[in-house]
């Protein structure tokens, strides 16, 4: 069964460093997704992804963020200066058609910021 | 996207039916009635989702109301794998061009027991 995959599964990180989180959506899919989840917490929408450019983005989503999709194949999140608050799980997720489609979800990377 | 109403928690015996409810009173014509799971921390996971019918897949039945108010996820039978945080979503079939946000609540923890 095709996945998502999101590397790496856990990532530290002082504070102020930049981060980069991977993942490689499912092959045939053109709508791509981040997603995070703060210990104990609602999973929340960043931003989500489509022809090359972001097509939403939440309130979180701020320019500490970007997302890029360097290759075809991969799929970034960056954290230009990380914040303690920034420690969560990513979830990458990518769907074939926007509406109608289910989303298929990454295992997560969780990052920690200390 | 319609506000979705969950209980917090379900116990279901293992090899019971686990039918778990969900009311969307403020659901809009063009809104879809997704569900998720989420297992323990690990990346959401797709259930089914419908707009008006009666759905059913490999995993579950979805029963949505007439009116389409409220809706029941029904696992068959269910096992201790199934034990997890369940969400319901309403989410606009029509919200932006290249866009899919779900929007996760906290969802009702089932607790399938031996």
């Known amino acids: 069964e095709p996945e998502v995959t999101q590397t790496p599964s856990h990532q530290v990180t002082q504070m102020g460093q930049e981060v980069i989180l991977r993942c490689v959506p499912i092959?045939?899919?053109?709508?791509f997704y981040w997603y995070r989840q703060i210990l104990g917490q609602k999973v929340e929408f960043l931003v989500s992804?489509?022809?090359?450019?972001?097509?939403?983005k939440s309130e979180i989503f701020d320019d500490q963020f970007s997302v890029e999709r360097p290759d075809g194949s991969n799929f970034t999140l960056k954290i230009r200066s990380t914040k303690l608050e920034d420690s969560a799980m990513y979830f990458c997720?990518?769907?074939?058609?926007?509406?109608?489609?289910?989303?298929?979800f990454g295992q997560g990377t969780r990052l920690t910021v200390v | 996207d319609a506000k979705t109403t969950q209980p917090t928690s379900m116990d279901c015996a293992e090899g019971r039916a686990a039918n778990l409810p969900c009311n969307h009173s403020?659901?809009?014509?063009?809104?879809?009635v997704y569900w998720y799971r989420q297992i323990h921390s690990q990346g959401p996971q797709y259930i089914i989702h419908?707009?008006?019918n009666n759905e059913t897949n490999e995993m579950a039945s979805l029963i949505i109301t007439e009116d389409r108010k409220s809706s029941t996820l029904i696992l068959p039978h269910a096992t201790l794998r199934d034990t997890a945080v369940y969400y319901c979503?309403?989410?606009?079939?029509?919200?932006?061009?290249?866009?899919?946000?779900?929007?996760f609540g906290k969802g009702t923890k089932l607790s399938v027991i031996p």
């Open positions: 997720a990518s769907s074939v058609r926007r509406v109608g489609t289910e989303a298929f």
């Open positions: 092959s045939n899919h053109l709508y």
């Open positions: 992804f489509y022809n090359n450019e972001i097509s939403e």
């Open positions: 403020t659901i809009s014509g063009n809104e879809y």
């Open positions: 419908g707009l008006k």
């Open positions: 979503i309403g989410t606009n079939a029509y919200s932006g061009a290249g866009s899919y946000q779900l929007t």
